[in-house]
């Protein structure tokens, strides 16, 4: 089993940043993408950022220039730096991450900007 453990969230001003970390551990077979997605209060989950084994990225327009996601392959983690956080950030962050026998969610963790 695929245990994927999110952590970094919490309270935060406008403007100010935060640093989410996603660790995969277990029995893991090709490890792939790994990636973030974030659910705002009523509305559906999103994706926000993602990151291939060899480094390739991509991140949603609505965060781009302000977010950058990168990985360590020999932790089996990933991290989502977000900078110059506004209101509409405010979401819960859930990893998501592939491997070669399907894909495995975090529990997610709570980002909240507010002043």
């Known amino acids: 089993q695929v245990q994927v453990v999110e952590s970094g969230g919490g309270l935060v001003q406008p403007g100010g940043s935060l640093r989410l970390s996603c660790e995969a551990s277990?029995?893991?077979?090709?490890?792939?993408?790994m990636g973030w997605h974030r659910q705002p209060p009523g509305k559906q989950r999103e994706a926000v950022a993602s990151i291939t084994l060899a480094g390739s990225t991509n991140i949603a327009d609505s965060v781009k220039g302000r977010f950058s996601i990168s990985r360590d392959n020999a932790k089996n983690t990933v991290y989502l730096q977000m900078n110059s956080l506004s209101p509409e950030d405010t979401a819960v962050y859930y990893c998501?991450?592939?491997?070669?026998?399907?894909?495995?969610w975090g529990q997610g963790t709570q980002v909240t900007v507010s002043s």
């Open positions: 998501k991450v592939y491997t070669g026998r399907g894909y495995y």
């Open positions: 277990g029995t893991i077979f090709g490890i792939g993408v």
